[in-house]
């Protein structure tokens, strides 16, 4: 049986030990939904998207119109072009 509902991918989010640089696009979409705490803590994370093709930030996948869910340590992506 298959958690993931409709996700194509499942990708890892890994831990970095600095905040990797985000658009100021990204950040702005995030202010009023979460707290800063929060959002400095998703700046220091990544994972490796399917889509894009690199390393980006949770916080680029977050704001993603393919992210669906994020579960113990992964996310669930619909892999949308």
């Known amino acids: 049986m298959n958690d ?3 996700a194509k991918y499942s990708v890892q989010i890994r831990l970095l030990e600095r905040a990797m640089p985000v658009s100021k696009d990204f ?3 995030l202010k009023g939904a979460v707290g800063g705490k929060l959002l400095s803590r998703m700046k220091k994370e990544a994972l490796d998207c399917p889509i894009r093709a690199r390393t980006i930030s949770f916080v680029e996948c977050f704001t993603c119109k393919n992210f669906l869910r994020r579960v113990k340590g992964t996310v669930g992506c619909k892999g949308d072009q």
Request: no cysteine; charged share 65%.
């Open 27 to 29: 950040v702005k979409d």
């Open 4 to 6: 993931d509902g409709d």
